[in-house]
């Protein structure tokens, strides 16, 4: 099992930045890739950032150029900086962990930090 724990979310004027960690513990060892969702009233879940254990990343296009993905050297915790936000980025997000025990892919999910972005 692996257990994420969310941070750093809150409310921020448009414009504004803010970064949001996820700290990663438990059977940490096979995680292959950390990405962030999020969730608006009314929407469906929708991926936001991904990075893989080897670095590699993809953002969805509403975010490239202000939101950027990245994890610590342990590769326990990682991080969504968001800049340049605007209302539509209002959300809750939610960090994932997908980690690989051939043949199956787990994936776990935190609890949700919501993101308001109002002025």
């Known amino acids: 099992q692996v257990q994420l724990v969310e941070s750093g979310g809150g409310l921020v004027q448009p414009g504004g930045s803010l970064t949001l960690s996820c700290a990663a513990s438990?059977?940490?060892?096979?995680?292959?890739?950390m990405a962030w969702y999020r969730q608006a009233p009314g929407k469906q879940r929708e991926l936001v950032a991904k990075?893989?254990?080897?670095?590699?990343?993809n953002y969805a296009d509403s975010v490239k150029g202000r939101f950027t993905i990245s994890r610590d050297n342990a590769k326990t915790t990682a991080y969504l900086q968001m800049s340049s936000l605007k209302p539509e980025d209002t959300a809750v997000y939610y960090c994932?962990?997908?980690?690989?025990?051939?043949?199956?892919?787990?994936?776990?999910w935190g609890q949700g930090t919501q993101v308001t972005v109002s002025s």
């Open positions: 990075i893989t254990s080897a670095g590699s990343t």
């Open positions: 438990g059977s940490i060892l096979n995680i292959y890739a």
């Open positions: 994932n962990a997908q980690r690989l025990v051939v043949p199956v892919t787990y994936n776990y």
